[in-house]
């Protein structure tokens, strides 16, 4: 128990003091894309567009499952604003969503 407690201290005692960010250095860094493979069938399904302020700012998806993006969803602040959707598979929007 006191050799668990020795080492603990020495593992403490080697981390540097630079990892441990400030809020500002957190706000810095952030994903910007992120992309996802709901189904697990190899083609990302889902693609978030991450703003500066860490806040998604357009959505991509894959609703049909063919690997092509059928559906966008434009937002602001982190709120929907506007979406699109392909319904007959031709790669162009033919329905306009506000929200």
């Known amino acids: 128990m006191?050799?668990?407690i020795f080492l603990?201290?020495?593992l403490c005692g080697l981390?540097?003091?630079g990892l441990v960010c400030s809020e500002e250095e957190?706000?810095?860094v952030h994903a910007k894309k992120v992309q996802v493979d709901a189904n697990y069938d190899g083609q990302v399904d889902r693609i978030e567009h991450i703003g500066?302020?860490?806040k998604i700012e357009r959505l991509e998806l894959d609703n049909s499952g063919d690997g092509?993006?059928?559906e966008w969803i434009d937002y602001a602040d982190?709120?929907?604003l506007k979406g699109e959707k392909d319904t007959n598979g031709?790669?162009?929007p033919d329905v306009w969503i506000e929200y």
Do not use: E, T, Y
Request: avoid cysteine.
């Open 26 to 28: 957190k706000q810095l």
């Open 78 to 80: 982190g709120r929907p």
């Open 68 to 70: 092509r993006m059928d």
């Open 15 to 17: 981390i540097p003091v």
């Open 52 to 54: 500066a302020g860490g």
């Open 2 to 4: 006191l050799r668990k």
């Open 8 to 10: 603990l201290v020495i």
């Open 90 to 92: 031709d790669g162009k």
